[in-house]
C-alpha cells in the first residue's frame, strides 16, 4: 500500500468516528511519507479530536517546520494552544489552591490569551466568563458569556449559565455592606 492508501483508511475511520484507527492510520502513511506536512497536519488534527494535545502538538510543530508559513498550519497551532491555555486554566479554576487570587489571576491571563490565540475557541469563553464570575466580577462574566452565546445561540447549557449568573448578580448586589 502506498500513504494516500493509508490516507483513505485514516478517513473511513475518522467517518465511522473511529478516531483511535483513524491516528493508526494516518501514522503509518507518515512511515511512508515522513516528511509530507499534510499528512502530520491530519493526523494533528486527529490527535486533537482525540483529546491527546501533546501528540497534536509534535504533528502540527513537524508541519509547520516541513512548510514554514503554511497558515492554515499556524492558525491549527494557535487552536492547539489555546485548547492547551484553557485546560491548565479550567485546572487553576477548580483546584483548592492556598492562595485562590494567584490562581484566577493566572487563569484569567490564559484565558485571555486562548481567546486572543482563537477567538472562536467557546470553551476559552466560557471559562474565562466562570472565573469571573468566581471573583463576583458578574458584569465581565455576563458579557464574556454573552459573547459565547452569540457563537452557539443554539446552546442551552449556556443560556441557563447566563440565568445563574444573572441570580448571583442579583444576590450579590443585594447583600448589605459590611
Not at 489555546?82 to 484569567?108: C, G, H, Q
Request: with cysteine.
Amino acid at each position: 500500500m502506498k500513504a494516500d492508501d493509508y490516507i483513505q483508511e485514516a478517513y473511513k475511520a475518522i467517518f465511522h468516528n473511529d478516531f483511535e484507527r483513524a491516528v493508526y492510520w494516518f501514522e503509518t502513511a507518515l512511515a511512508e511519507e515522513p516528511n509530507n506536512p499534510e499528512i502530520h497536519y491530519r493526523c494533528s488534527i486527529t490527535y486533537a479530536r482525540n483529546g491527546k494535545l501533546d501528540q497534536a502538538f509534535v504533528h502540527a510543530n513537524k508541519a509547520t517546520e516541513i512548510a514554514p508559513g503554511h497558515i492554515e498550519y499556524l492558525i491549527h497551532i494557535n487552536r492547539l494552544q489555546s485548547k492547551k491555555l484553557t485546560a491548565m486554566s479550567r485546572v487553576l479554576i477548580e483546584s483548592s489552591n492556598a492562595d485562590p487570587k494567584r490562581n484566577y489571576d493566572k487563569a484569567l491571563e490564559q484565558l485571555k490569551q486562548a481567546i486572543t490565540l482563537d477567538p472562536l475557541y467557546t470553551e476559552a469563553y466560557v471559562w474565562l466568563a466562570i472565573a469571573y464570575a468566581e471573583m463576583n466580577e458578574y458584569i465581565l462574566a455576563i458579557a464574556v458569556l454573552k459573547e459565547a452565546i452569540a457563537m452557539e445561540p443554539q446552546n442551552e447549557q449556556l443560556t441557563d449559565l447566563l440565568h445563574d449568573f444573572n441570580k448571583r448578580m442579583r444576590t450579590y448586589f443585594q447583600k448589605p455592606s459590611t
